[in-house]
C-alpha cells in the first residue's frame, strides 16, 4: 500500500532570536501557536526578519494543506551559528519527526544564513518546496550582509583589513596625544610595510598564532600570569621604541631604520624569552615538566639567533668597534653558548629520571591500557602506583618502566 503524502512546513530561526527576544523555545507547532510565537517577536522586535518568516511559513501551511495533509512547525537554534545551533535544531527535527511520519519538507526562511540548514533536512527527508521571505529589501541585500559576517570571522581576513586599519587609526591618535601628527606619515608606512613583510614571509601567522597562545594560557589562577603579562607588555613597549627610533629626527634614515630593526630584534627575544618562561612555570604546575627541556633550549636558540642578527647589524652600520673579527668572535662565543646550554638541557631530560615531576602522571601497561597514577617516588630508584580496580600500590624499579610524552609506560 502507498503511504500517504505529508508534508512539513518548516521555518527556521536559526540564530534564535526567538527565544532572546521573546522567551519562546522551539520546537514550535501548529498554526495557532506560530502566529502567537511570531507575534510575540514582533511586539519585542517589530524589525525582526524572523517573524514575517514565519507568518510566510504559516501562508504557506494554508496552501499546502489544500493538497495534502501538512503541518507547520519552527525550529530554533542555540543563540548564535554554527555548530551547537545545528546541533540543538537537529535535536527538535527528531521529537517533532517522531510525531509526524511526513514524505518532504516545505522550507521557509528569510535569507542564506537559515539555508545553512538545508543538509539537516535533506538527510531526513526530501525538500519538495523552498520560499525566501524578502522584506522591502532586494533579495540579495541579506546574502550579502550574510556574506560579509562570515569573512569577518575569518582571522586571516579580520588581521588583514580591520587589524592594520585599527593599528594606523591607533597609531594616529597616539601621536594626536602627543601632538606629533606630522609623524603619522613616516609611521603608517613603517606599520604598512612591516605588516607586509611579515605576510609575505609567512611569519604574520606564526605571530598571530604565538599571541593567540598567549591570551589562551593566561589566568589569574596559573602561577604564569605575570610572564605572560610581561610578554605582552613588551611587545608593545617594542612597537613604541622602535617608532620612536624610526621617527628620530637626528640621524639620518639608515641609521634610524637600523636602530628600529635592533628594537625590533630585542623586544621580540625579550618578549619570547618571557613567554618561553611562562609556559616553562605551566609545565612545572600542570605535571607536564617533560616540556622544560624543550622550552630551555627554545629560548636559548631565540637568544643565540638575536645575538648573531643583532651583531650582523651593527658591522653593515658600521660601528667602531664592529668589524669582521669581532663578528667572528660573537659567532664563536655563541657556538660555545650553544654547547652549554645543550650539556645543561640534558639535566632536564626527564625520560631518563626519576624525579618527584612524576607524581600524579598517569601509568599504561604493556598493551596501552591506562592502570593508574603514580603516587610516590622512592629514593629516585622506583615508583609506586595506585591500581585504579584495586587500589593497591604497585611498585616499578627502574628498568621496568619508561617516560615518554607525560605518561609513565610499564616495559
Known amino acids: 500500500m502507498e503511504k500517504e503524502e505529508y508534508l512539513l512546513v ?47 511559513a504559516v501562508k504557506k501551511f494554508d496552501e499546502v494543506k489544500k493538497y495534502s495533509a501538512a503541518e507547520v512547525v519552527v525550529l530554533t537554534g542555540y543563540g ?19 510525531k509526524f511520519p511526513i514524505t518532504g519538507f516545505v522550507l521557509v526562511t528569510d535569507g542564506a544564513e537559515d539555508d545553512q540548514v538545508i543538509p539537516l533536512l535533506q538527510g531526513r527527508a526530501p525538500i519538495i518546496s523552498k520560499e525566501t521571505i524578502i522584506v522591502k529589501q532586494a533579495s540579495e541585500v541579506e546574502s550579502t550582509y550574510y556574506t560579509i559576517k562570515q569573512a569577518l570571522r575569518d582571522p586571516d581576513f579580520a588581521r588583514t583589513f580591520i587589524l592594520v586599519p585599527g593599528l594606523i587609526v591607533l597609531l594616529w591618535g597616539i601621536l594626536a596625544v602627543f601632538n606629533s601628527e606630522k609623524l603619522f606619515f ?37 602561577v604564569s600570569f605575570p610572564f605572560y603579562l610581561m610578554t605582552i607588555l613588551l611587545f608593545f613597549i617594542g612597537a613604541w621604541a622602535t617608532i620612536v627610533e624610526f621617527n628620530s629626527i637626528e640621524k639620518t634614515l639608515f641609521l634610524r631604520s ?63 668597534y664592529a668589524d669582521l673579527t669581532w663578528f667572528g668572535i660573537n659567532v664563536l662565543l655563541s657556538f660555545v653558548f650553544a654547547v652549554i646550554t645543550y650539556k645543561i638541557s640534558q639535566t632536564l631530560d626527564l625520560s631518563k629520571k ?4 612524576l607524581v600524579g602522571l598517569p601509568v599504561y601497561n604493556k598493551t596501552g591500557k591506562w592502570v593508574g597514577l603514580v603516587e610516590t617516588i622512592i629514593r629516585k630508584e622506583s615508583i609506586t602506583y595506585k591500581h585504579k580496580k584495586t587500589n593497591k600500590l604497585i611498585k616499578l624499579k627502574k628498568g621496568q618502566f619508561l617516560f615518554s610524552e607525560g605518561k609513565v609506560q610499564v616495559t
Open 354 to 357: 626519576i624525579t618527584n615531576l
Open 80 to 98: 548564535k551559528t554554527g555548530f551547537e545551533s545545528d546541533y540543538k535544531i537537529m535535536q527538535q527535527l527528531t521529537v517533532v519527526l517522531e
Open 186 to 222: 613616516q609611521s603608517m608606512l613603517l606599520v604598512v610595510g612591516s605588516y607586509l613583510i611579515l605576510k609575505g614571509t609567512g611569519l604574520e601567522e606564526k605571530i598571530a598564532q604565538t599571541i593567540s597562545t598567549v591570551t589562551k594560557s593566561m589566568s589569574l589562577q596559573r
Open 10 to 56: 518548516i521555518c527556521i530561526d536559526r540564530d534564535n532570536d526567538l527565544g532572546k527576544k521573546a522567551n519562546v523555545e522551539g520546537p514550535i507547532i501548529g498554526r495557532n501557536d506560530c502566529i502567537n510565537a511570531a507575534v510575540q517577536l514582533a511586539l519585542k522586535d517589530p524589525t525582526d526578519s524572523d517573524t514575517n518568516s514565519i507568518f510566510g
Open 258 to 320: 637600523s636602530s628600529a630593526i635592533g628594537q625590533v630584534l630585542l623586544f621580540l627575544t625579550l618578549s619570547s624569552i618571557s613567554f618561553l618562561v611562562g609556559k616553562s612555570v605551566d609545565a612545572i604546575q600542570l605535571k607536564k615538566a617533560y616540556y622544560l627541556r624543550k622550552y630551555f633550549v627554545s629560548g636559548a636558540a631565540v637568544f643565540i639567533i638575536w645575538f648573531i642578527l643583532d651583531a650582523s647589524r651593527q658591522v653593515i652600520v658600521g660601528e667602531p
